[in-house]
């Protein structure tokens, strides 16, 4: 991974600011990117103090005309892209019945535009190249349902199976394209699901009246064991893998 550049969205917090230290620390130049400019500022700072090559690049990954320039101001600072990890991501929870139509639209223009705005410019580079690696961030929602986040797995579901035939497209060119599926994983996200302190205890051990399985291994994921996963798939170790889902959730799906 050493002296690679690599993009990743999201990088702000969570998921994204664990695997732009996670590159970071295997030597990877990263362009980290989020929509927030002021918390993306302050991850920077703390990879940087630490000695990581890490540069804050803010951009709206809704936005195609701004993506394209964010991809162009990369590679012009940075150098070319060789990694693109596709981690911004936005949750909004409720019943269908009551699901409301800007939330919906908020969803999968993060969830789904986001990711396919910025592969198609990203790849747009790789190709003329012939190497490239991505990861999209998805969930284990993608292949499972859950009550009241129907418009997340929805979206999950898009990003992972456009990532996919992404991958097949551009195989031919020497590029991969795989996934990663996340369970719960303790991020701010995820604890803005509960409500109280039995919140934790009902992710590990499950809700039978939601007909949600808990956690076998009895742990919620950090947000590094996300990043080690797509690091993996982003390294030389995983040079014959693409198309692949891979899903770090502590068993909560049952392999599904």
């Known amino acids: 991974m050493e002296h690679k550049i690599a993009l990743v969205t999201g990088a702000a917090g969570g998921i994204g600011a664990a695997v732009a230290r996670a590159l970071g620390e295997d030597g990877t130049v990263v362009?980290?990117?989020d929509k927030d400019a002021g918390q993306l500022g302050e991850t920077v700072e703390k990879l940087t103090a630490d000695g990581l090559a890490v540069e804050a690049f803010p951009a709206d990954v809704t936005?195609?005309?701004?993506?394209?320039?964010?991809?162009?101001?990369?590679?012009?600072?940075?150098?070319?892209?060789?990694?693109?990890?596709?981690?911004?991501?936005?949750?909004?929870?409720?019943?269908?019945?009551?699901?409301?139509?800007?939330?919906?639209?908020?969803?999968?223009?993060?969830?789904?535009?986001?990711?396919?705005?910025?592969?198609?410019?990203?790849?747009?580079?790789?190709v003329p190249r012939r190497r490239g690696?991505?990861?999209?961030?998805?969930?284990?929602?993608?292949?499972?349902?859950?009550?009241?986040?129907?418009?997340?797995?929805?979206?999950?579901?898009?990003?992972?199976m456009f990532t996919k035939s992404l991958g097949l497209e551009v195989a031919a060119h020497g590029i991969r394209s795989n996934v990663v599926a996340p369970g719960s994983t303790d991020t701010p996200m995820l604890r803005s699901m509960w409500h109280d302190d039995s919140g934790r205890r009902a992710t590990i051990e499950g809700r039978p009246e939601a007909y949600r399985l808990g956690i076998p291994l009895g742990r919620i994921a950090g947000p590094r064991d996300v990043a080690d996963a797509v690091a993996f798939l982003l390294s030389g170790r995983a040079a014959h893998i693409t198309l692949h889902e891979l899903t770090v959730d502590g068993g909560a799906t049952l392999g599904a």
């Open 31 to 33: 362009a980290a990117v």
């Open 63 to 126: 936005d195609g005309a701004a993506v394209r320039e964010l991809v162009d101001a990369v590679e012009r600072d940075l150098g070319p892209v060789d990694h693109l990890v596709n981690a911004a991501g936005i949750l909004r929870e409720g019943p269908v019945a009551d699901f409301r139509d800007e939330d919906w639209q908020a969803t999968f223009a993060v969830n789904v535009t986001g990711v396919f705005q910025v592969s198609q410019a990203v790849v747009a580079r790789m």
């Open 133 to 160: 690696a991505i990861v999209t961030v998805a969930s284990n929602a993608a292949s499972t349902p859950r009550a009241g986040m129907a418009a997340y797995a929805a979206s999950k579901a898009a990003a992972s």
